[in-house]
């Protein structure tokens, strides 16, 4: 008899997520219900026997079928319903709903792939503390298709971080077969990389939760990564609609449930369970009902963006700007225990493409980590140990291939703190050189930064050869969120203020992050022009050719902070020039200059 072979608590907690995803299904058609739902009905014992046995400490990273997973690993149900009636009191205040969830060290998010290397990110920080902690990762077989899992799987196995990998198999991908677009074996993807793997089934929870349990241990004891292939069948459709398979087949898994199963061996205890969970739930969601949703004035207040109007002189430095970020970096990995630093290539005596991270692997080497070309990889790593409390500083070789780790920033880690409901920080840096006029072609030499500047949450900030960098870099230190920094390639090699042009004044404010002013000495400007970073520079070299060409004395705002323009400061200049242009690297149309000018014309309309 089955229920001889699996306790009865196991039963009950089985009983309460199948319970609660119905009751999400019934919620929903009523209306009740905030955005949409994807239930885990047949998955139930995959929760259980990896989330559901894992200590405190550990963690686990979900996908959008993660209300089974969050039941398992937290027992927190009256949260979760809360969560998807939209109420403030739910685990994430109402405003993640279905699929971001995150509590007591449980995360999820929806995009497939991607919380793949952010897992891996967080079980290396608890690796770096050697707290003992381990953590797992639920994918599904749709998750295969992803590039991101590839790239962590063999960043796990080469640096051996104790995470487990819980491929949930269900044999479709939405609506799509797996026999249609999943090509070879499934555990021979992770024995490729020298990973460890395990299979089970759901409809044998015994067995399943004993071979959970050994690969639990083996991750923790072995400190090395698992896979665990676990084939499982939902009952319902993909999400709370259209269902193409065939009634048959459902119907087939159906008999091969477990809960289903019991049901029909034991019908007296499973109707008792059945009946006292759900007049549970039910309580549950009437208290629920009767709570206030969060009001969007509680949760944002937008801060006012101003500039200091304080100038000071700006002041030459005799190094190099790449020197000067050398010497920060060297002097911060040992001064602050945060501090992770990643990239291709940075290992030295190399020392990284353009020898930023020259030495730093000499002096701190538990602390560099040298990737393969796996950018997704790197930035999602990143996130984890940023999640963890650490700040990663990520260096991508060539700012064209930020565009390998935009789900990354844009999915991850710029949603983090705000989908959870302010519950987590992701205070990662992403460091790259743009920029031209080097001769590296069409891939090597691309100017991306105005599709970074208007990312929520995250910080876009472009440095120059006008201040030293560490200005900017230790203020980056102090920040909570996502930092994107551009270093432009040709800037590197050249000293701080090497170059004064004649009759001009060189002046730097007391922002954060700096604007830097350079106006005529004794006459009145006739023409405000607004650059930053490696173009600032070429500006700043033709400003006298630009009087004698065109008799107009141009002043030039320099600004760091990209991603919060200083319009104030422009209009300001603008006001008193009667002219404003805004010379930026990069294609035409869509630019940073069509915000700053159309910000500048709006602050001029108002007064």
Excluded at 143 to 152: D, P
């Amino acid at each position: 008899m089955l229920v001889q072979q699996i306790n009865h608590k196991l039963i009950k907690q089985a009983l309460t997520i199948r319970t609660v995803e119905e009751k999400f299904l019934s919620l929903f058609s009523e209306g009740k219900l905030n955005g949409t739902v994807h239930t885990c009905v047949g998955q139930e014992f995959s929760a259980l026997a990896f989330a559901g046995q894992l200590k405190k400490k550990d963690f686990v990273f979900s996908n959008h079928r993660c209300h089974g997973h969050y039941i398992a690993f937290t027992g927190d149900t009256k949260g979760l319903l809360a969560e998807l009636l939209g109420k403030a009191s739910g685990t994430s205040g109402g405003i993640g709903s279905s699929q971001h969830l995150c509590n007591s060290n449980f995360f999820s998010n929806g995009i497939q792939g991607g919380i793949v290397p952010v897992s891996a990110g967080y079980a290396l920080g608890n690796k770096l503390r050697k707290n003992g902690a381990i953590g797992v990762v639920y994918i599904g077989d749709g998750t295969l298709g992803e590039g991101a899992l590839y790239e962590t799987m063999n960043i796990i196995s080469k640096w051996e971080i104790p995470l487990l990998i819980v491929c949930e198999n269900n044999f479709y991908a939405q609506s799509t077969p797996n026999s249609v677009n999943l090509a070879g074996d499934i555990r021979a993807r992770a024995e490729a990389f020298g990973i460890k793997t395990f299979k089970g089934h759901t409809s044998s929870p015994e067995n399943l939760i004993e071979d959970a349990a050994t690969a639990i241990d083996y991750v923790r004891s072995e400190t090395k990564p698992c896979f665990f292939l676990v084939e499982t069948f939902r009952l319902n459709s993909h999400s709370k609609g259209d269902d193409d398979r065939s009634p048959e087949e459902i119907q087939e898994y159906r008999e091969k449930d477990y809960l289903t199963t019991f049901s029909k061996e034991q019908t007296d205890y499973y109707n008792n369970y059945s009946a006292a969970i759900s007049r549970e739930v039910n309580e549950m969601v009437e208290h629920i009902l009767q709570e206030r949703e969060q009001r969007i004035e509680e949760y944002y207040v937008p801060t006012a963006v101003s500039n200091s109007d304080n100038w000071l002189p700006a002041k030459p430095v005799n190094k190099r700007q790449v020197e000067l970020l050398n010497h920060f970096f060297k002097e911060t990995i040992t001064a602050d225990e945060r501090m992770i630093f990643l990239g291709e290539d940075i290992l030295s005596p190399y020392g990284g493409a353009f020898k930023v991270a020259k030495d730093l692997s000499f002096i701190a080497p538990e602390k560099v980590f040298s990737t393969p070309i796996s950018e997704s990889a790197i930035v999602g790593i990143s996130n984890g140990l940023a999640l963890n409390g650490f700040k990663p500083f990520a260096e991508i070789m060539f700012g064209d291939f930020i565009t390998l780790a935009f789900d990354q920033i844009v999915n991850h880690a710029s949603k983090f703190h705000h989908m959870f409901n302010k519950k987590a920080n992701c205070p990662v840096v992403v460091r790259t050189p743009m920029g031209g006029r080097r001769g590296y072609g069409p891939t090597h030499s691309q100017t991306l930064d105005k599709f970074l500047i208007g990312i929520d949450n995250v910080k876009t900030v472009a440095i120059n050869t006008f201040f030293d960098p560490a200005i900017v870099y230790r203020q980056i230190l102090k920040e909570e969120h996502p930092v994107i920094v551009i270093e432009n390639k040709t800037d590197y090699g050249k000293k701080i203020l090497h170059y004064l042009a004649p009759n001009f004044v060189y002046e730097i404010n007391e922002d954060v992050y700096p604007v830097v002013q350079v106006r005529p000495a004794v006459s009145v400007p006739d023409i405000t022009i607004v650059a930053y970073g490696g173009m600032a520079d070429l500006v700043n070299s033709l400003l006298g050719n630009i009087f004698l060409e065109t008799d107009l004395k141009p002043e030039l705002i320099i600004p760091s902070l990209i991603s919060a323009l200083p319009a104030d400061i422009v209009a300001k200049s603008a006001a008193r020039t009667g002219r404003l242009v805004v010379i930026e690297e990069g294609s035409a149309y869509g630019g940073i200059g069509a915000e700053l000018i159309a910000q500048v014309t709006e602050l001029v309309e108002e007064k």
